[in-house]
């Protein structure tokens, strides 16, 4: 079998940047070793953490993606997503969809989701900014004019419990 050199001089390029192009030179200091993932976040002491299992039902079709978020607290909730605590991308099927937030250290939480039909992950908006795609929060919470606030979406997660809970989505 005959190769192509150009494939060999990108390998040897692709080579040499991974492995640093070798052993320092005189003013450059070898890069720090890399740390396995495992070690950049400890594990949570056992007992501390529980377990959140959302089930979302009344999507319309399943069509898209459902996104979930899992708040600690009100700041960002419900649309500043780099403030949730967790994200969670699920399949819709027959209308329903289950996210599951694993990890959820005890105290207070609201819940998100979107039915993200068209898979863009943006809320798409109609006439005056109100949502054309699903949407509904923990406890069913419904808001005046915006959405819910935090409070009245929030449930609390005790150590080691396992919290079911259900949402409706509204369009």
């Keep these: 079998m005959r190769t192509n050199p150009i494939f ?10 991974a492995c640093g192009r070798g052993a320092p030179g005189p003013g450059r200091q070898a890069p720090p070793p ?3 993932a495992l070690a950049l976040a400890p594990a949570p002491p056992p007992g501390s953490t529980g377990q959140v ?20 607290s009100a700041d960002g909730f419900p649309g500043d997503q780099a403030k949730a605590f967790a994200h ?3 399949p819709v099927l027959a209308g329903r969809a289950t996210v599951v937030f694993d990890q959820a250290p005890a105290g207070p939480f609201a819940v998100v989701v979107h039915h993200d039909e068209d898979s863009d992950f943006k809320m798409a908006t109609g006439l005056f900014g109100i949502p054309t795609e699903g949407y509904g929060f923990s406890r069913d919470a ?3 004019f915006g959405p819910p ?7 609390t997660l005790g150590a080691d419990e396992r919290k079911n809970i259900v949402i409706h989505v509204r369009y």
């Design 53 to 72: 299992v959302v089930d979302v039902v009344g999507c319309r079709n399943d069509r898209g993606q459902l996104l979930a978020a899992l708040y600690a």
């Design 142 to 144: 419904r808001g005046s």
């Design 149 to 155: 606030s935090f409070d009245d979406s929030r449930f």
């Design 8 to 17: 060999g001089i990108v390998l040897a390029a692709a080579t040499l940047l």
């Design 88 to 90: 969670v991308v699920a």
């Design 34 to 36: 890399i740390a396995p």
